[in-house]
């Protein structure tokens, strides 16, 4: 965020709103950032994948994120964004649907480790109740 | 941008299209920030970046927050980056207070003691009262780095890119980023433990 020195145009002015969006489950940035993520995909690989220049990553970002939960609007808003910035439907669907899956097994891991912090704290619990 | 389609835009937020949030970004963001700069010259630029981005964010996840039978779009957004911007520096001051606090305190304390005791403490002692209070100073102390850090960390700002570009490595790979950033924001978060546990021992 340091950019003191730097003069804020509007390319700069967007590309901090994505990186903050980025955050946000309701836009898309957020399930990009998680696919380049576990991807290691850098911006340039990523831009190549989707078939856009890296440049429109961020105001890509800033897009709602369509929900394959309700597969209409999924339909619909894949197909808007697709259109708006000409990227792949299938490229588009295919990172959204592994962001999902990232994100389902995310939450499974979390539920794992809390279940395995919970057995390993059920023995103190068993001897404080004792006492 | 006439009325109408500040209209239609809104409406297309409310409607749920996909695309209607970055169409809001690319029409307002940069003119929000130029607006607040322009009334805040004295306030640094990232400020009135992060008000305004803060702003379309909110907006856009909440249209019915706008009523456009009260004013024009761009004056509702205008609005709500000034309180988005007001509430960023009070926090910020509300941080630099605290820390300056601490300084005071520290250092307060320390010259209170001497002019005291001085008849009664031996050199000695004195030596090891001016070693414990420069190690708390300098504990307190936070380089410009970690003021950034901290800035980032008290905004709540989570993602690695801007902690990155401040400590230098964005052009690290991003594991590499990610584990230098967890660090650097576990050391400023035991940092500020210490501090307060001192402080509350006081």
Same mark, same amino acid.
């Given at each position: 965020?340091?950019?003191?020195?730097?003069?804020?145009?509007?390319?700069?002015?967007?590309?901090?709103?994505?990186?903050?969006?980025?955050?946000?489950?309701?836009?898309?940035?957020?399930? +990009?950032?998680?696919?380049?993520? *576990?991807? $290691?995909?850098?911006?340039?690989? #990523? @831009?190549?994948? !989707?078939?856009? /220049?890296?440049?429109?990553?961020?105001?890509?970002?800033?897009?709602?994120?369509?929900?394959?939960?309700?597969?209409?609007?999924?339909?619909?808003? +894949?197909?808007?964004?697709?259109? *708006?910035? $000409?990227?792949?439907?299938?490229? #588009? @669907?295919?990172? !959204?649907?592994? /962001?999902?899956?990232?994100?389902?097994?995310?939450?499974?891991?979390?539920?794992?480790?809390?279940?395995?912090?919970?057995?390993?704290?059920?023995?103190?619990?068993?001897?404080?109740?004792?006492? | 941008?006439?009325?109408?389609?500040?209209?239609?835009?809104?409406?297309?937020?409310?409607?749920?299209?996909?695309?209607?949030?970055?169409?809001?970004?690319?029409?307002?963001?940069?003119?929000?920030?130029?607006?607040?700069?322009?009334?805040?010259?004295?306030?640094?630029?990232?400020?009135?970046?992060?008000?305004?981005?803060?702003?379309?964010?909110?907006?856009?996840?909440?249209?019915?927050?706008?009523?456009?039978?009260?004013?024009?779009?761009?004056?509702?957004?205008?609005?709500?980056?000034?309180?988005?911007?007001?509430?960023?520096?009070?926090?910020?001051?509300?941080?630099?207070?605290?820390?300056?606090?601490?300084?005071?305190?520290?250092?307060?304390?320390?010259?209170?003691?001497?002019?005291?005791?001085?008849?009664?403490?031996?050199?000695?002692?004195?030596?090891?009262?001016?070693?414990?209070?420069?190690?708390?100073?300098?504990?307190?102390?936070?380089?410009?780095?970690?003021?950034?850090?901290?800035?980032?960390?008290?905004?709540?700002?989570?993602?690695?890119?801007?902690?990155?570009?401040?400590?230098?490595?964005?052009?690290?790979?991003?594991?590499?980023?990610?584990?230098?950033?967890?660090?650097?924001?576990?050391?400023?978060?035991?940092?500020?433990?210490?501090?307060?546990?001192?402080?509350?021992?006081?």
């Amino acid at each position: 965020m340091n950019m003191q020195k730097d003069e804020i145009t509007k390319e700069v002015a967007m590309q901090y709103a994505a990186r903050k969006a980025a955050g946000d489950e309701f836009f898309l940035g957020s399930a +990009i950032q998680l696919y380049q993520r *576990k991807e $290691a995909l850098d911006d340039k690989a #990523l @831009a190549h994948f !989707l078939g856009i /220049a890296p440049e429109l990553l961020h105001r890509l970002a800033l897009c709602r994120r369509p929900y394959s939960t309700d597969p209409t609007t999924f339909r619909r808003d +894949i197909s808007s964004i697709a259109t *708006k910035f $000409a990227i792949e439907t299938r490229q #588009l @669907a295919a990172l !959204l649907r592994r /962001a999902e899956a990232y994100e389902a097994s995310r939450s499974t891991s979390t539920y794992l480790m809390a279940a395995r912090d919970y057995d390993e704290e059920l023995p103190e619990i068993e001897k404080e109740q004792e006492e | 941008m006439s009325n109408e389609a500040d209209l239609e835009l809104h409406q297309r937020l409310l409607d749920g299209d996909a695309v209607a949030p970055e169409e809001v970004a690319e029409r307002y963001l940069f003119s929000l920030q130029q607006y607040l700069q322009s009334k805040h010259l004295r306030v640094d630029k990232d400020s009135t970046l992060d008000a305004a981005a803060t702003a379309i964010l909110n907006y856009v996840k909440n249209p019915q927050s706008y009523k456009p039978e009260l004013r024009s779009l761009f004056g509702f957004l205008k609005m709500a980056a000034e309180g988005d911007f007001i509430n960023l520096l009070n926090r910020q001051k509300r941080y630099n207070m605290r820390v300056v606090a601490l300084e005071n305190v520290a250092v307060g304390d320390m010259a209170g003691n001497i002019n005291i005791e001085e008849e009664f403490i031996s050199r000695e002692d004195l030596t090891l009262r001016l070693k414990a209070a420069q190690d708390l100073r300098s504990e307190i102390a936070l380089n410009e780095q970690d003021r950034q850090l901290l800035a980032l960390m008290q905004a709540k700002i989570r993602t690695t890119a801007d902690y990155a570009k401040v400590l230098g490595i964005s052009d690290e790979p991003l594991e590499i980023q990610r584990e230098t950033v967890k660090r650097h924001k576990d050391r400023l978060r035991l940092r500020q433990k210490r501090l307060a546990q001192k402080e509350a021992g006081r």
